[in-house]
């Protein structure tokens, strides 16, 4: 992303950003909010470094967003997730309240690097 981008993006008052670190400053995750609506927030972007998997810390984290997005008054938080997410993305997502509203199916054209370890 060009730094003007990033830059109008990290001002913008409705999109908040936190950083989840560990005892020494470092960054283990993060979660962007981004307010669409009066009463409607989405969890724009979630995700924890490999070293911060399988150690609690994907439902800590995400429980501090959603009760983030509630503590700013919305009454709906909507997020999307896919396949090349991690595996335990949508059912970490269940455990804390979200449904699944509606699936949609699309091919996308995705380099091979980005694909699961899979390989599907």
């Known amino acids: 992303m060009p730094e003007d981008a990033l830059a109008a993006l990290l001002r913008d008052p409705e ?3 936190m950083v989840l670190h ?3 400053g470092a960054p283990l995750g993060f979660y962007e909010l981004h307010r669409v609506s009066p009463m409607v927030s989405e969890l724009a972007y979630f995700g924890l470094l490999p070293c911060a998997i399988g150690h ?3 439902r800590f984290l995400l429980e501090r967003a959603v009760a983030h997005a509630f503590y700013m008054g919305v009454s709906k938080l909507e997020v999307n997730t896919c396949t090349l997410d991690h595996p335990r993305a949508l059912p970490n997502y269940k455990k804390v309240g979200f449904q699944v509203t509606r699936v949609i199916r699309e091919r996308w054209d995705v380099p091979q690097e980005y694909w699961p370890a899979s390989g599907q």
Do not use: E, V
């Open 15 to 17: 999109r908040f950003i």
């Open 22 to 24: 560990d005892q020494q």
């Open 56 to 58: 609690g810390l994907g």
